[in-house]
T-cell receptor, first 116, second 112 residues
């Protein structure tokens, strides 16, 4: 059963705590993305990765960090430096844009992060 | 469930009617467009896409129209069903970037 999985569905963060959101895909996609979704706003790009061991900052990278050690995994860490982390976080993947015309991004089910 | 947009424009249609959802884009260099459907508390689901060398593309019960002159994109849903109720948003990609830019979305409500 192919697709993108995110865990957990809900995550609670205490003040000053770092938390990590998981994203896994078995679609053999090269590129992976993290977005943040706030009510009434479009998706905003946090980080993206087009190949293993490489990633680039998106539009709102401050307070976040990522790693891409494996093709199928792209975890996102929300650090204590992110002062307003409450949001719905979405992971997506796509076939590599540099070598394919298929730019379509497919999304996971999302993780809702709440601050205690 | 969670709301993905508390103050989104809303389109209300009767079951069985056709729905038209509009999207304006700003970048004349955009060459690829996607429509997504997002139900409350879930991730966006791909519906249909279109490239800038096309004006129209049809899928199952959905049609996307692209008017490059006025930078306008629309999604038409035929015979709207209760299961179509969701937030719909468009995304565009500029030919010289590898990022998608997402609109804020329109909430579609289907009533019997």
């Amino acid at each position: 059963d192919g697709g993108i999985t995110q865990s957990p569905k809900y995550l609670f963060r205490k003040e000053g705590q770092n938390v990590t959101l998981s994203c896994e895909q078995n679609l053999n996609h090269d590129a992976m993305y993290w977005y943040r979704q706030d009510p009434g706003q479009g998706l905003r790009l946090i980080y993206y990765s087009q190949i293993v061991n490489d990633f680039q900052k998106g539009d709102i990278a401050e307070g976040y960090s990522v790693s891409r050690e494996k093709k199928e995994s792209f975890p996102l860490t929300v650090t204590s430096a992110q002062k307003n982390p409450t949001a719905f976080y979405l992971c997506a993947s796509s076939i590599d844009l540099a070598t394919s015309a298929q730019e379509t991004q497919y999304f996971g089910p999302g993780t809702r992060l709440l601050v205690l | 469930g969670e709301s993905v947009g508390l103050h989104l424009p809303t389109l209300s249609v009767q079951e069985g009617d056709n729905s038209i959802i509009n999207c304006a884009y700003s970048n004349s260099a955009s060459d690829y467009f996607i429509w997504y459907k997002q139900e409350s508390g879930k991730g966006p689901q791909f519906i249909i896409d279109i490239r800038s060398n096309m004006d129209k593309r049809q899928g199952q019960r959905v049609t996307v129209l692209l008017n490059k002159t006025v930078k306008h994109l629309s999604l038409q849903i035929a015979a709207t069903q209760p299961g179509d109720s969701a937030v719909y948003f468009c995304a565009e990609r500029s030919y010289n970037t590898d990022k998608l830019i997402f609109g804020t979305g329109t909430r579609l409500q289907v009533f019997p």
